[in-house]
């Protein structure tokens, strides 16, 4: 018989914050990493942006597969561009946010991530996301997922040659858009919902 404990794990009290004490580097990293929104006018070398993506696909993927693309992006011409066809759309998101630089949550760059048909493809990109967050954050680097940008890329026309400059292959679709730059904001951590975890009795 299974019965779920209704016992919060003993660890975790109630609401837990990035602000927990780390254990080791790696622990620090994921509970220090913060999604950022406000970024640097400085440009983030090349190397490190491969470094990333590197580190990216390398994250555990069904079968080794690698049913996924990965296009990397520090064009301003690229992200103006965006930009400018989303005002398009949101002509008041400028007036509305003091700090709007652009629609990629002002980041100077941006990793766009493709993946193909499958019935893995979404947890594959899902954790090449993570591994590429939690290195650019051991490099000091600011990183945001957005899901918000893939729609205007994907469906507005005007966005279109844009998208298709990405040039992701036949059967692939743009899952998910990495904002990274230099952080300019470091945001408190927003709180877990501990009771989400439960140990289960089994006897
Ligand atoms: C699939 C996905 C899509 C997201 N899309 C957006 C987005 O379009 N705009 C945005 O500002 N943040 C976006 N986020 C970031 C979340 O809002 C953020 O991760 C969440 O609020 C938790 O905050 P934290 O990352 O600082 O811990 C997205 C995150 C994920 C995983």
């Known amino acids: 018989m299974i019965m779920l404990s209704a016992a919060i794990l003993s660890s ?11 254990e080791n580097e790696v622990i620090a990293a994921i ?9 640097q006018d400085k440009a983030v070398p090349r190397e490190l942006l491969e470094k990333v993506a590197v580190c990216g696909i390398n994250a555990p993927n069904a079968r080794n597969a690698q049913n996924w693309e990965v296009r990397i992006v520090d064009s301003p011409e690229f992200i103006d ?3 400018k ?12 946010n003091s700090y709007f630089k652009n629609v990629f949550r ?6 766009c991530v493709a993946g193909a ?36 890329l994907m469906n507005n026309p005007e966005a279109r040659p844009f998208y298709d400059a990405l040039q992701f292959s036949e059967g692939y679709s743009l899952r998910y858009i990495l904002a990274i730059g230099w952080p300019e904001e470091a945001p408190e951590a ?4 501990a009771s989400k975890i439960r140990f289960v009795e089994f006897q």
């Open 12 to 22: 975790c009290s109630g609401n837990v914050t990035g602000n927990a004490p780390a």
């Open 31 to 39: 509970m220090g990493r913060r999604s950022i929104r406000k970024y």
């Open 81 to 83: 561009g965006v930009t």
């Open 85 to 96: 066809v989303f005002l398009k759309e949101a002509p008041d998101a400028a007036a509305r």
């Open 106 to 111: 002002n980041a100077p760059a941006i990793i």
């Open 117 to 152: 048909e499958g019935r893995f493809t979404d947890i594959d990109c899902g954790l090449m996301g993570e591994n590429m967050m939690l290195a650019a954050y051991s490099l000091g680097l600011g990183t945001c997922c957005l899901g918000g940008p893939v729609d205007l």
């Open 190 to 193: 927003k709180s877990r919902d």
